[in-house]
């Protein structure tokens, strides 16, 4: 796979868990294995009432354009060709790319992605599905994720948080409503929060994104906004003891 096209992949995949459709099967397609969560069955029980929250968000007015460094558009075809030069420009080409579990990272550098956080127990970290994405051809480590399993209101869901080094200059097809969209301040930074369609069971999903440096994005589906904006705060604070 190309490395350009596989970050606009994951970036993509981790903020499509913020669409509200087909989260855990893009998930599954980004891991490329079928680890505990990949293609799970959400189980949510939807209402009618909920079903017409759901066709409404459908019919609104979609986001266009560029927030915090990020542009977001739901066809490609819309996205300026400038944006998508600076995504070329700012992304190192590799042909390939895997993952490597935190138990077997230590021969990478996997320091410039130290973050020291603590989530609540409602968070199972699961390893076979966190550690080093690594670039087949020089060996070197280009981001960081960390996966959790949950369950909310009885509901099966995750929680990941993907985080690089490489500078923001990215696009990303997402089909979402405009006032999904929004620009919040936790940890003491901007970052774009994409709420879910439903935000009390967090259904399907929903996602913050800091943009600087680099990006760091945290993706979740069936987990209420509150505890998204909990666990945000926490990595925005974690990002900045870091010094990043």
């Not at 970050?7 to 981790?14: A, G």
């Not at 819309?78 to 190192?92: G, S």
Request: charged share 20%; proline share 6%; net charge negative.
């Amino acid at each position: 796979m190309n490395f350009s096209k596989a970050w606009k992949i994951v970036l993509t995949l981790v903020l499509a868990a913020a669409v509200g459709f087909g989260s855990f099967w893009a998930v599954r397609t980004l891991r490329d294995d079928d680890g505990p969560g990949a293609g799970a069955d959400v189980g949510v029980i939807i209402t009618g009432e909920d079903e017409q929250k759901i066709f409404d968000e459908a019919t609104r007015p979609r986001f266009v354009g560029e927030i915090l460094g990020l542009y977001i558009a739901p066809d490609e075809s819309l996205v300026p060709d400038q944006f998508k030069e600076r995504q070329r420009i700012a992304i190192p080409p590799c042909s390939g790319s895997r993952l490597v579990p935190w138990d077997k990272a230590s021969e990478f550098d996997a320091a410039k992605f130290n973050l020291s956080f603590q989530l609540s127990p409602s968070y199972v970290f699961d390893p076979t599905q966190s550690g080093l994405i690594v670039c087949n051809d020089d060996n070197t480590a280009k981001s960081a994720r960390w996966h959790y399993n949950t369950q909310f209101n009885g509901f099966p869901g995750y929680l990941e948080i993907l985080n690089t080094d490489i500078d923001i200059a990215y696009t990303t097809t997402i089909d979402v409503a405009v006032d999904r969209v929004k620009i919040i301040t936790t940890g003491g930074r901007p970052a774009i929060l994409i709420e879910p369609i439903l935000p009390e069971s967090g259904y399907t999903g929903g996602s913050v994104t800091f943009t600087e440096p680099g990006f760091t994005a945290i993706a979740s589906a069936n987990v209420p906004l509150s505890e998204l904006l909990t666990v945000a705060e926490i990595i925005g604070n974690a990002l900045t003891a870091a010094g990043r």
